[in-house]
């Protein structure tokens, strides 16, 4: 399952997909806005889901995924924040926004497995996770966590803020509260909901994430 979007010259808008992944956009100005719902995968038991994306003008670029519980709970398994500044930077004639250009979604009833991958210009971040499921607990845990091949330890936070107005496309690791029990991410509205909850509680709750935005 892919999916991909492509923000270029003029504002033109690429979404090809493959079984998964939908967006609302709007070409009437320029930048491109995006909204999009990612791949979803699900058991009779689980269900998870990766690639949101939430992209408007004057608002902070968010990538997330999620998963439900046997126990009905909802939980964010990652979250990626771009500052708006990255958005100016980005939609300018000669330069490009790709996101999940790798994307790919699977769970085999006992680990999900999740791969994203976005591009700005040129740079890359690779994210490549793991979940293994715990029915007894209702429970998951990241046995494979890792960014650009580099194993990340979870326990420091599942919030990464991301900075691709550097050559190198730095990225930081923070840990914060996340919205959790919030309803289905089955539209484009839902995940725009979530997506303004998300930068609500975090700039409220979240000194660094204050901080970044505010930059």
Known sequence: MKNWLNLAT????????SGCGTAIFDKSSYPIEVVGVGCRVASSDWSFSCGHVFMKKDEPILVF?????????????????????????YQTEDQQVNHGESE????????????NKITVHGNNIDLDVEFKTNDESSTVQATKFTIDGKDIDTS???V??????????NYEQVNAKLPSDFPAL??????ETLARQIIKKLKNENVRVREFLAD
Request: glycine fraction near 10%; aromatic fraction near 12%; avoid cysteine.
């Open 104 to 115: 790919s979604l699977s769970f085999d009833g006992d680990v999900a497995a999740m791969r």
């Open 160 to 169: 990464f803020l991301v900075n691709l107005a550097s050559d190198a496309g």
């Open 186 to 191: 089955e539209t484009t509205g839902n995940v």
């Open 10 to 17: 003029l504002g033109t808008f690429l979404l090809a997909s």
């Open 65 to 89: 995924g999620t998963y439900d519980t046997p126990t009905g709970a909802r939980e964010i398994s990652y979250l990626w924040i771009f500052s708006n500044s990255t958005f100016e930077n």
């Open 156 to 158: 420091k936070g599942l």
